[in-house]
């Protein structure tokens, strides 16, 4: 290809994905309008608490979703708050929410009188809005859900704090408005904090003022692609998006586009260093690339797409999500990031640009720099080094038993102050903790009346009846009733669900007819879906990394000992933290899919390194052999792989801007775990161990003969 040809390709390639991020970037600030948040929206249709659900909506006009208004003094209430309140009520239909819309075009049921606690010092109003509606857009750009609490803590200030009561607007809605104010940082405020930290990371790295500024805009053009096939799928519920899975998404194309350039660049660098023409060294680094690139995109596409085996509507469309960020990642860093590269020449790398001296990375084994010496370490003493390395790891994974996963209250998952948290904190101790979030038992009317005496015999529930109100006869539909049981404790707290679970239990040996819902029920479905998401995904994961490893390296004893290395690299991680989340930061707990969030970004994204190294490791073995070709690949790839493990690890750890308890334990796991990925397992134990095998480790291809 002639030099004027090369150029207009790059012309043709750069114009494509201005015109690709002229369309993708707008989707990027508009995945937030797409979002679904509400675990009864990801839970299997023939979960309980789903049946229960859609059952439940025949005994309501519409879903209503319930707001707390909690009100109370230090002393009794008087007969003037009370009359301060009954103001309040009144006034409450008319309470604006934006472009002329009140909040009585959105109840459900009138606002009833303010139930008094026993202790006379609270005053409890329920808010009910229609929950079909939450999503409408009110206002500037904001959903009723938010509106609604907004408006209300603002007239709350107006009406009743001046008249020294404390105020506090929580439940659900309150819960889910406050989630809305927590995930609003992360168009802004996440993606800026990546793309920053990743910058200062390559500033170091490259030392060159203008090769960062390349890589990040690979980065912005991948995630410009990947967001404008995301926001069309999510907004006609093609995939599910949510906060997470958007913050999750930002952060792996940041950090996956980073590698793959890392990889490209170190290579194309090094191609520089031979050829005087910056086509044929562009020819030769991205033909070199292609394959491990490919075959690490591939892993984690894969990987994410096992996903969708799981029963939990969050995590399986997590899968796609992740994979359409890899993929737009993968493109953007083998087709524009080229392109740039070639556009600018040598001159990008200035100040350090590289000359045609025919110096190598590999001349460097054994020698004094970092790399050298470890890759001469990993030649003398290998046993040595994999054993202890080996050793350390399962010192660390020893601890993984006591990784708590059995779920949070809603409470716990904010790690800033939130009104909503305060709030069910004061409700709890005037009235029951489960009050205004009951258990919803469905059953046959015939019934009811067994199940009512059955519920409230069970330790933790409070009240239990088929009315709405005293003296009123329960609604029958169908012939059935909808029993509601108040619990004595937090209705989405740990020891909620087990009181769910005993509930269950005593009630089906009355009759298997008798469904019991709610939050709650949700909170425990959600649990035992995650649980059997491990049992079946994390094995369905492991034997797709296998047989991509097995066809990519062209052997059965390289793919074991890399699968094996990275389980335990991910058993010591998930010991680690468990001692950091237990001990040193005590957290309440863990979201039930954590574990198997972390394992798959661990595992898909970890394997990455051991990719990058082998594949290097065969290349060089074909030409020098295997023990000399373990301790060349150590060295060549020692510096680009350590960046691109840092890089993936800061922009993981940018998920901890977001005051999210599950985001934050995700960023501690996956930015922990790359790191001792890239310094213990792909630097001492994966080499070190194929350096003792020797030339067996490529059986049953021809290397091993």
Same mark, same amino acid.
């Given at each position: 290809m002639?030099?004027?040809?090369?150029?207009a390709g790059?012309?043709a390639?750069?114009?494509?994905? &201005?015109v690709?991020?002229?369309?993708?970037g707008p989707?990027v600030?508009?995945?937030?309008?797409?979002?679904q948040?509400?675990?009864a929206?990801?839970l299997?249709?023939?979960a309980e608490?789903?049946?229960? /659900?859609n059952e439940?909506?025949k005994?309501?006009?519409?879903?209503?979703?319930p707001?707390? *208004?909690l009100?109370?003094?230090?002393?009794p209430i008087?007969?003037?708050?009370?009359?301060?309140v009954?103001?309040?009520?009144?006034g409450?239909?008319a309470?604006?929410l934006?472009?002329?819309k009140k909040?009585?075009?959105y109840?459900v049921a009138?606002?009833g009188?303010?139930r008094p606690?026993?202790?006379h010092k609270?005053l409890?109003?329920t808010?009910?809005? =229609?929950?079909?509606?939450?999503?409408?857009?009110v206002?500037?750009?904001e959903?009723?859900?938010y509106a609604?609490?907004k408006a209300l803590?603002a007239?709350?200030?107006?009406?009743l704090?001046?008249a020294g009561?404390? *105020?506090?607007?929580?439940?659900?809605?309150?819960?889910?408005a406050?989630?809305?104010v927590a995930? $609003?940082?992360?168009?802004?405020?996440l993606?800026?904090v990546?793309?920053?930290?990743?910058?200062?990371?390559?500033l170091?790295?490259?030392?060159?003022?203008?090769?960062?500024i390349?890589?990040l805009?690979?980065a912005?053009f991948? &995630?410009a692609l990947?967001?404008?096939?995301?926001?069309? +799928?999510?907004?006609?519920g093609?995939l599910q998006?949510?906060?997470?899975?958007?913050?999750?998404? @930002?952060?792996?194309?940041v950090g996956a586009?980073?590698?793959?350039a890392?990889?490209l660049?170190?290579r194309?660098k090094?191609e520089l260093?031979?050829?005087?023409s910056?086509?044929?060294a562009m020819r030769?680094a991205?033909?070199?690339?292609?394959?491990p690139i490919a #075959?690490s995109?591939a892993?984690?596409?894969l990987? %994410?797409?096992?996903?969708? &085996?799981?029963r939990l509507?969050?995590?399986?469309?997590l899968g796609?999500?992740g994979?359409l960020?890899i993929?737009g990642?993968?493109?953007?860093a083998?087709?524009?990031l080229?392109a740039?590269?070639?556009a600018?020449?040598?001159r990008? @790398?200035?100040?350090?640009?590289p000359r045609?001296?025919?110096?190598?990375s590999?001349?460097?084994?054994?020698?004094?720099?970092l790399?050298?010496?470890?890759s001469?370490?990993?030649g003398?003493?290998?046993?040595r080094v994999w /054993?202890i390395?080996a050793?350390?790891?399962l010192?660390?994974a020893a601890f993984l038993?006591?990784?708590?996963?059995?779920?949070?209250?809603?409470e716990?998952?904010?790690?800033n102050?939130?009104? $909503?948290?305060t709030g069910?904190?004061q409700?709890?101790?005037?009235?029951?903790?489960g009050a205004?979030t009951?258990v919803e038992i469905l059953?046959p009317v015939?019934?009811a009346?067994? *199940?009512?005496?059955?519920a409230?015999?069970?330790d933790?529930?409070?009240?239990a009846?088929?009315?709405? /109100?005293p003296?009123v006869?329960?609604?029958v539909?169908d012939?059935?009733v909808m029993?509601?049981?108040?619990?004595k404790i937090?209705?989405?707290s740990p020891?909620?669900?087990?009181?769910?679970?005993h509930?269950?239990?005593?009630? =089906?040996s009355i $009759?298997?007819?008798i469904l019991?819902g709610?939050?709650t #029920?949700?909170n425990?479905?959600v649990?035992?879906?995650a649980?059997?998401?491990?049992?079946?995904?994390?094995?369905t994961i492991l034997a797709?990394?296998?047989?991509v490893?097995?066809l990519l %390296?062209?052997?059965?004893?390289? /793919?074991?000992?890399?699968?094996?290395?990275?389980?335990l690299?991910?058993?010591?991680?998930?010991g680690?933290?468990?001692l950091?989340f237990?001990?040193? !930061?005590?957290?309440?707990g863990?979201d039930?899919?954590?574990?198997?969030?972390a394992?798959v !970004?661990?595992v898909a994204?970890?394997i990455?390194?051991?990719?990058? +190294?082998?594949?290097?490791?065969?290349?060089?073995s074909?030409e020098?052999?295997t023990r000399?070709?373990?301790?060349?690949?150590?060295?060549?790839?020692g510096?680009v792989?350590?960046?691109a493990g *840092?890089?993936?690890?800061a922009t993981?750890?940018?998920?901890?801007?977001?005051p999210?308890?599950f985001l934050?334990?995700i960023?501690?796991m996956v930015a922990f775990?790359?790191?001792l990925?890239?310094?213990v397992?792909?630097?001492l &134990?994966?080499p070190?161990?194929?350096?003792?095998i020797?030339?067996k480790v490529?059986?049953?291809?021809?290397?091993?003969?």
């Amino acid at each position: 290809m002639n030099r004027w040809r090369w150029r207009a390709g790059i012309a043709a390639v750069l114009i494509v994905w &201005l015109v690709l991020g002229a369309v993708g970037g707008p989707a990027v600030g508009k995945l937030s309008e797409v979002q679904q948040n509400d675990n009864a929206n990801f839970l299997p249709k023939k979960a309980e608490s789903t049946l229960v /659900a859609n059952e439940a909506a025949k005994f309501v006009d519409s879903k209503a979703l319930p707001y707390f *208004v909690l009100i109370e003094r230090d002393t009794p209430i008087t007969t003037a708050d009370q009359a301060t309140v009954t103001a309040f009520v009144a006034g409450l239909p008319a309470l604006g929410l934006g472009d002329g819309k009140k909040l009585g075009d959105y109840l459900v049921a009138p606002v009833g009188t303010a139930r008094p606690s026993d202790d006379h010092k609270a005053l409890l109003l329920t808010v009910q809005i =229609d929950g079909d509606r939450a999503d409408e857009v009110v206002g500037q750009g904001e959903t009723v859900l938010y509106a609604v609490a907004k408006a209300l803590r603002a007239d709350i200030k107006d009406s009743l704090t001046p008249a020294g009561l404390q *105020v506090y607007v929580t439940g659900p809605g309150g819960v889910f408005a406050d989630f809305v104010v927590a995930f $609003s940082g992360i168009d802004g405020i996440l993606l800026g904090v990546a793309l920053a930290v990743v910058f200062v990371i390559l500033l170091i790295v490259y030392r060159s003022p203008i090769l960062p500024i390349a890589v990040l805009l690979t980065a912005v053009f991948g &995630l410009a692609l990947a967001a404008s096939v995301v926001y069309p +799928l999510a907004k006609h519920g093609v995939l599910q998006l949510n906060g997470q899975s958007q913050g999750i998404l @930002f952060i792996l194309v940041v950090g996956a586009s980073t590698d793959y350039a890392l990889l490209l660049v170190s290579r194309y660098k090094e191609e520089l260093h031979d050829y005087e023409s910056k086509y044929q060294a562009m020819r030769v680094a991205w033909r070199a690339a292609i394959e491990p690139i490919a #075959a690490s995109a591939a892993t984690v596409i894969l990987g %994410l797409l096992c996903l969708l &085996l799981s029963r939990l509507g969050s995590t399986k469309g997590l899968g796609p999500v992740g994979a359409l960020g890899i993929a737009g990642a993968f493109v953007a860093a083998m087709t524009f990031l080229p392109a740039i590269l070639l556009a600018f020449g040598r001159r990008i @790398f200035w100040p350090s640009i590289p000359r045609v001296d025919h110096v190598h990375s590999r001349d460097q084994v054994g020698g004094r720099r970092l790399w050298g010496r470890v890759s001469g370490l990993v030649g003398r003493r290998s046993r040595r080094v994999w /054993a202890i390395s080996a050793l350390a790891l399962l010192a660390c994974a020893a601890f993984l038993p006591t990784f708590k996963a059995s779920g949070t209250s809603q409470e716990d998952l904010f790690l800033n102050k939130v009104e $909503s948290v305060t709030g069910q904190e004061q409700l709890a101790k005037h009235f029951d903790a489960g009050a205004g979030t009951p258990v919803e038992i469905l059953t046959p009317v015939a019934l009811a009346d067994r *199940v009512v005496q059955a519920a409230t015999k069970v330790d933790g529930v409070g009240a239990a009846s088929a009315s709405i /109100a005293p003296g009123v006869p329960p609604k029958v539909v169908d012939g059935k009733v909808m029993v509601q049981a108040t619990l004595k404790i937090p209705a989405d707290s740990p020891d909620a669900t087990k009181i769910v679970k005993h509930l269950r239990a005593d009630l =089906d040996s009355i $009759s298997p007819q008798i469904l019991v819902g709610g939050n709650t #029920a949700i909170n425990l479905d959600v649990l035992d879906a995650a649980q059997r998401d491990l049992k079946v995904i994390i094995p369905t994961i492991l034997a797709v990394i296998f047989v991509v490893l097995m066809l990519l %390296l062209r052997s059965l004893v390289a /793919a074991v000992l890399l699968v094996i290395a990275n389980v335990l690299s991910f058993g010591a991680t998930v010991g680690v933290s468990a001692l950091m989340f237990n001990h040193v !930061f005590k957290f309440p707990g863990a979201d039930p899919g954590i574990p198997l969030y972390a394992f798959v !970004f661990l595992v898909a994204l970890g394997i990455d390194y051991s990719i990058f +190294l082998m594949t290097r490791v065969r290349e060089e073995s074909q030409e020098q052999g295997t023990r000399p070709g373990i301790l060349v690949g150590l060295a060549v790839t020692g510096g680009v792989i350590t960046s691109a493990g *840092v890089v993936l690890a800061a922009t993981f750890s940018a998920l901890a801007v977001l005051p999210i308890l599950f985001l934050v334990q995700i960023a501690f796991m996956v930015a922990f775990g790359v790191l001792l990925d890239t310094t213990v397992v792909r630097s001492l &134990l994966v080499p070190s161990l194929a350096h003792d095998i020797g030339k067996k480790v490529w059986w049953p291809s021809k290397l091993a003969s």
